[in-house]
């Protein structure tokens, strides 16, 4: 059998696999009844476990089971003869295990008796009967129920505190288990300290909090905690982590991002000002439009910037290119997926290819809210402190945009006034410009330099050493590829000729600044002067030509004649500004002699006739109604143009935007929706039906999402709009269970359901369902308040329990699934490092602003280099907490990495934990670890010289030190690590080794303390 007929083979074992064993085979030996039997148990069956890859349209494996026709042709299966189908050997073997269904529980006997049993009555299948794909609609799955708050459990057993501990002792009893005893203070205070700030308590802390008799010293300590501004930088890092936060874009360039720290900003301060959620989520969508006028209403839309971002795929290809389109359509999934794993718990992303295969979602479906996002890119896009002069910005912009908008509609307007005549005249200039050969040498001429408003005068004056006769000035126009200009590059369209004496006034020699001049193509422009006497030609330029939205003033040559038609001797040439490119641009390249030329001087001439046919068509299109139009309208925009420009430079966040500067072919959408089709697996060369704006379905009674009006909608913020209100809406059943099962996890290690992410059949169910639904009802409807939230859980008995094991316990509920203790925990990547920096005496508190280096940075303008290992650790820029620190995504921090840290190019919803040798080696020995170790040594009073190595043997002297004094530094830094007293025996110990080998070596050996880096 081949590979692939094969693959066909197994993949139609296992459409058979889940058959239900309900049916039992008697009965089934009449055609009738045999065809009932397909149509109610078997057909059902195909259609929800194989259709979706093995139909007429997909032929997934060349083939289909939509008819039995396609069945009979892969020759899986002999009617009448089970034992002879090659179907039973691979779900039912004789001997070792089914090789199918893979990766899956294999079939109960009655499954494999069902099977059997339907082969060997002949398989019917009843005639012109075929199976349609099918879409799961069943919405009866745990979280898609809506969100009530279910009776609190009565207990009568003397233990619990809040209404968390009534759900959890419920379920304790029902398993036969009781809750541990409440933990030590040390150890709470330690517990709670890291959950709630990410940092170690001081040993006067914990020595405070363990000697304090006030009953309510731990709800105290609490609330001073969830006040403290370092709380907000500890649990922004878990929502960091979720929506794949970084500072560089990733993929094969990783360009830096050197303004997405205001997003992480903006989520520290969101913590800390205990933000509503629903407000929170709503200004990470669409706070634009929903709170205009204020920073955090831009700031927040970092979160659909967050994740990773192909620079070649947009900046470098076309969005016309297969490649282009499929960064784009990339793009947009990374949105739509970052939206629904965060805020749903929901694998939206399944659907990309083909219908989810066990959730109710279609391609359409994600498709329309591929849709929401159809105008938004990744991109700078600036904010202001100051609400008044952000909405002063957003209306000048808006105004800015509609005056672009009318300039644009007219100038086609008067293009297609033309007619074919015009057409015609277009198309022979083009095809003159490709066919002329034309001779130009290296030096181009002069160029200013460049400006935004076509209105401001340049100019470029020639200058001769005595007072000479001048009969004409030839001025020959320029030529460059750039900008597809070509001929006439950067020839002004209106402008005036003077001549002076030094110290003389001006005086005017031709004038051309009431009305535009035709682009005059290579032709030279002859200005007849008279008889004038004068030692200096300026030419100004009035109304400079346009090179893709810059205006500028270029000349390849300017001649100056007598009346004999002779060359006048120039001594020198000034110009108000110029870019010197040599040996393209300079300004003395008007005096040189070149200019460039057709080899074809009867095309030439045809060329220039044609331009000056085409021009005078032009002319007469512009009408003085349209010109009278056109001029109050550019008149309008300049003073927008003056107004933006005065306005306080705003800030940059890296964020959802659709109006931003191009970059190649990466251009702004200005708010117009990309057309977005559902795909045909995924693929953006098999569009299918146009994507209809939607969101997701939540019962089965609801309308189709199109509820929300959004066929029509054009105006690209009202789609996220919708989006933002949809998920905040106070029956949605997914959202508020979604963030109080993130909260509960980072508690106590797992969330109620295990799989915070994926809230859908592929995912875990809650071990406490009640308990879920009424931490999520009284969330949602006590204000939405995190600090609300973290005191119930943490202020509850279950959360105070000690980790200590039990035996007997263990044996029921080895996983602690039930919460009989609390889990112990490893400290987090970054809680390591701050504590490191926070009792060697060296962490900086400072809040805010761009992240700092933790490695050389080489070649940033192309392919950023991130070299770790030339970081010098001494820096002191870098001792600031770890939430700071510049994130990299295609060569992250190797330190971080060995100790678990979140790969930031996916979502993270819940950290690895190992334990390796490699990570004690590292907290040994990495060059961050020593230097802290001697700075540690120096806090608590040690000398450092000479001991930054282990393998340093140090003289006897070289480290001597009164025994009582290296004792009391030895049992400080114990404190300082562990916040408790040494025993004898340990201090003992260690104040041997640090007279031995050194007091910064010892620190070392404290940072890989157990006590150290776990918690319990």
Known sequence: MSTSAYTTFLSVALCFLTISCACSSEGTTSKVSQEEFFRERVAPILQRRCLSCHNHAERKGDFSLQSFATLLESSFLEPGDAAASHLMEVIAPSAGAPEMPKDSDPLTEQQITDIRTWIDAGAVWPSEFELEPLTIEDYDWWSYQPVVAPAVPRTSAPWGRTVVDQFILKSLKQQGLAPSPEADRRTLIRRLTFDLVGLPPSPAEVEEFVNDPDPLAYEALVDRLLESERYGERWARHWLDVVKYADTCGYDKDKLRPNAWPYRDYVIRSFNEDKPYGRFVQEQIAGDALFPGTADGILGLGFIAAGPWDFIGHVEVPESKIDGQVARNLDRDDMVSNVFNTFCSVTIQCARCHNHKFDPITQEDYYGLQAMFAAVDRADRPYDLDPSVERQRQELVAQQRQLKQSLQQLEQEMASAGGQPLLDLKHEIEQSHKSLNLEKQPAFGYHSQLVQQPSTEKWIELQCETVQEIGTVVLHPCHDDYASIGAGFGFPIRFKLEAAREDGEWQLLFDHTQEDFSNPGLTELKVAVGHCQTDRIRLTATKLAERKGDFFLAMAEIELLNSSGRSVSVGAVQALDSIEAAPRWAADNVLDGVWPMYSDPRGAQRLSQAMQERDALLRAIETPERIAQRTAWLADLQRVDRKLSALPAGKMVYAAATHFSPQGNFKPTNGKPRQVHVLHRGNVQQPLQVATPRVLKLNSGEDTPSNLELDSVEEEAQRRVALAQWLTRPDHPLVWRSIVNRVWQYHFGEGLVATPNDFGRMGARPTHPKLLDWLAADFRDHGQSFKRLHRLLVTSSVYRQSSQGDVTQEAIDGGNQYWWRMNRRRLAAEEVRDSILSVSGA????????????????????????????????????????????????????????????????????????????????????????????????????????????????????????????????????????????????????????????????????FNLHEFVFLD
Not at 853 to 874: Q, V
Not at 919 to 936: C, D, G, K, V, Y
Not at 940 to 963: C, K, L, N, Y
């Open 843 to 1006: 962490l900086n508190l400072e809040m805010g602003g761009p992240g700092f280096y933790l490695f050389e940075l080489e070649k940033p303008e192309h392919s950023p280099h991130f070299e770790y290992h030339k970081f010098d650790p001494a820096t002191s820029a870098s001792h600031r907490r770890s939430i700071y620190r510049f994130v990299v995504r295609s060569q992250p921090d190797p330190w971080m990495t060995t100790l678990d840290c979140a790969d930031s190019s996916q979502s993270t919803p819940r950290r690895t934990e190992t334990l390796t040798s490699l990570q004690a080696l590292s907290l040994l020995n990495n060059p961050f670890n020593l230097h802290m170790a001697e700075q540690f040594a120096e806090r608590v009073g040690g000398r450092t010289a000479g001991d930054s190595s282990a393998s340093t043997q140090p003289s006897d002297s070289q480290f001597a030190e009164p025994a009582e004094q290296l004792q009391g530094q030895v049992e400080q830094a114990f404190r300082l690590v562990t916040q408790r007293q040494p025993s004898e025996s340990e201090l003992s110990e260690m104040t041997h080794y640090a007279a031995e080998h050194g007091l910064a070596n010892l620190c070392r050996m404290l």
